[in-house]
């Protein structure tokens, strides 16, 4: 996973927003340069067209004055401009006093395309050893094949393109980072139902289903998902509760068939003389009673799942023991084995959790004690260390 991915989606749709915004405000700064540009170049290429127009005609004859005393002159206003005149050779015959470059300003073929009387513009280096830019017009000059080439420095546009960039750039910068913590903010806000779910989804156990999650109030992608996870849990509840129906009629209904079992099976050993079917018989018995252990421990399940478990009514253990030996009599005389029972005590628990825990312990006293023993008051002791703590 990219580092990008691993973020929340509030900060994703952040910089999503962000950067959707950089790339919009980087493309109307770049046209907007542009458009700044070619809008100050045509009223340049305007500037150099009148001055074109305004040209005496005796250049040619008489050139450039060093000094423009002449009101002819005056109206050139040639204080950023440069002027040439060009010849049918190519060779520069005048230019103005600014004009330093000892060759035309334009190729061949553009002298050539202006002579033709087509108006050439062109942007090109002012000399060969700089860069600044000049924008160029050649025109046709007189009747003798001359061209009049027209040059004016594009400082000016240079320097409102760069004071555009010096203000744009920081405004667009502070608009990207606005526009990031709003997105960030406009995504936490929007984002909050969808957390507000996720808490009370966690909060939700499998004991208890029929919690349902806040579904908000208008009908948006939001609202339809609670819908549906409420509509999921409802579904999961039904299911479970099923289940767990299931599971307490079955260990209710298997109880009384088992416990027919266990009796006849004792019946029947009682009434056996064979060695070889008593030891089956008693085998058979012990699996009986794991099997109604185990269908036991199925309704304890099914009691727990669905909240039915007493944890607080008050179980007299004397009493309990008294039931639980009185179950493993039969068992215990087989083996050889006396139970015996002492006083316990009241505690506040489930009875018939309390009574599966000590017929445990019976039982596994009864698998590990040697023939003709006797344990008066272990089991009691062990059933008080278990229940009475809690």
Same mark, same amino acid.
């Given at each position: 996973?990219?580092?990008?991915?691993?973020?929340?989606?509030?900060?994703?749709?952040?910089?999503? $927003?962000?950067?959707?915004?950089?790339?919009?405000?980087?493309?109307?700064?770049?046209?907007?340069? %542009?458009?700044?540009?070619?809008?100050?170049?045509?009223?340049?290429? %305007? %500037?150099?067209?009148?001055?074109?127009?305004?040209?005496?005609? @005796?250049?040619?004859?008489?050139?450039?004055?060093?000094?423009?005393?002449?009101?002819?002159?005056?109206?050139?206003?040639?204080?950023?401009?440069?002027?040439?005149?060009?010849?049918? *050779?190519?060779?520069? +015959?005048?230019?103005?006093?600014?004009?330093?470059?000892?060759?035309?300003?334009?190729?061949?073929?553009?002298?050539?395309?202006?002579? #033709?009387?087509?108006?050439?513009?062109?942007?090109?280096?002012?000399?060969?050893?700089?860069?600044?830019?000049? *924008?160029?017009?050649?025109?046709?000059?007189?009747?003798?094949?001359? &061209?009049?080439?027209?040059?004016?420095?594009?400082?000016?546009?240079?320097?409102?393109?760069?004071?555009?960039?010096?203000?744009?750039?920081?405004?667009?910068?502070?608009?990207?980072? &606005?526009?990031?913590?709003?997105?960030? &903010? +406009?995504? @936490?806000?929007?984002?909050?139902?969808?957390?507000?779910?996720?808490?009370?989804?966690? =909060?939700?156990?499998?004991?208890?289903?029929?919690?349902?999650?806040?579904?908000?109030?208008?009908?948006?992608?939001?609202?339809?998902?609670?819908?549906?996870?409420?509509?999921?849990?409802?579904?999961?509840?039904?299911? +479970? /509760?099923?289940?767990?129906?299931?599971?307490?009629?079955?260990?209710?209904?298997?109880?009384?068939?088992?416990?027919?079992?266990?009796?006849?099976?004792?019946?029947?050993?009682?009434?056996?003389?064979?060695?070889?079917?008593? $030891?089956?018989? =008693?085998?058979?018995?012990?699996?009986?009673?794991?099997?109604?252990?185990?269908?036991?421990?199925?309704?304890?399940?099914? @009691?727990?799942?669905?909240?039915?478990?007493? #944890?607080?009514?008050?179980? =007299?253990?004397?009493?309990?023991?008294?039931?639980?030996?009185?179950?493993?009599?039969?068992?215990?005389?087989? @083996?050889?084995?006396?139970?015996?029972?002492?006083?316990?005590?009241?505690?506040?628990?489930?009875?018939? /959790?309390?009574?599966?825990?000590?017929?445990?312990?019976?039982?596994?006293?009864?698998?590990?004690?040697? /023939?003709?023993?006797?344990?008066?008051?272990?089991?009691?002791?062990?059933?008080?260390?278990? *229940?009475? $703590?809690?």
């Amino acid at each position: 996973m990219t580092p990008v991915s691993r973020l929340p989606i509030s900060a994703r749709l952040a910089l999503l $927003s962000a950067a959707s915004l950089s790339a919009l405000l980087a493309l109307v700064g770049i046209v907007v340069y %542009q458009q700044l540009g070619a809008g100050l170049r045509a009223g340049i290429d %305007q %500037q150099l067209a009148d001055l074109a127009g305004s040209l005496p005609p @005796r250049l040619a004859e008489d050139g450039f004055p060093e000094e423009a005393d002449d009101d002819e002159f005056d109206q050139l206003e040639l204080s950023d401009r440069l002027i040439q005149l060009v010849d049918q *050779r190519g060779q520069l +015959i005048a230019a103005s006093d600014d004009a330093d470059s000892p060759r035309p300003l334009l190729e061949r073929a553009d002298l050539d395309q202006a002579r #033709d009387g087509d108006a050439v513009l062109r942007t090109v280096p002012e000399s060969a050893d700089e860069d600044d830019p000049l *924008r160029v017009l050649a025109v046709p000059y007189g009747d003798e094949g001359l &061209v009049a080439v027209l040059a004016a420095e594009l400082d000016e546009v240079q320097d409102a393109q760069r004071a555009l960039v010096a203000v744009y750039g920081p405004v667009a910068l502070l608009g990207v980072a &606005v526009a990031g913590l709003l997105g960030y &903010v +406009i995504a @936490r806000r929007g984002l909050a139902p969808v957390r507000r779910m996720t808490d009370e989804a966690e =909060d939700i156990g499998g004991s208890d289903l029929s919690r349902r999650l806040s579904a908000p109030g208008r009908l948006d992608e939001v609202g339809r998902l609670a819908r549906t996870l409420n509509g999921m849990l409802t579904r999961l509840d039904a299911a +479970i /509760g099923r289940e767990r129906a299931f599971t307490a009629d079955a260990s209710h209904e298997l109880r009384t068939p088992l416990a027919i079992l266990r009796a006849e099976i004792e019946l029947a050993r009682d009434r056996a003389h064979d060695l070889s079917i008593q $030891s089956a018989l =008693d085998t058979a018995l012990e699996e009986a009673a794991r099997l109604s252990g185990l269908v036991d421990d199925l309704l304890v399940l099914a @009691r727990a799942d669905s909240g039915d478990l007493e #944890d607080h009514r008050p179980v =007299d253990l004397d009493e309990l023991v008294d039931v639980v030996i009185a179950r493993f009599t039969t068992l215990a005389s087989r @083996r050889g084995v006396r139970l015996e029972s002492t006083g316990v005590a009241v505690v506040r628990g489930d009875f018939s /959790g309390l009574e599966r825990a000590l017929a445990n312990l019976v039982d596994n006293a009864l698998r590990h004690t040697p /023939g003709g023993a006797s344990s008066p008051s272990k089991c009691a002791r062990s059933v008080r260390r278990e *229940r009475s $703590s809690p």
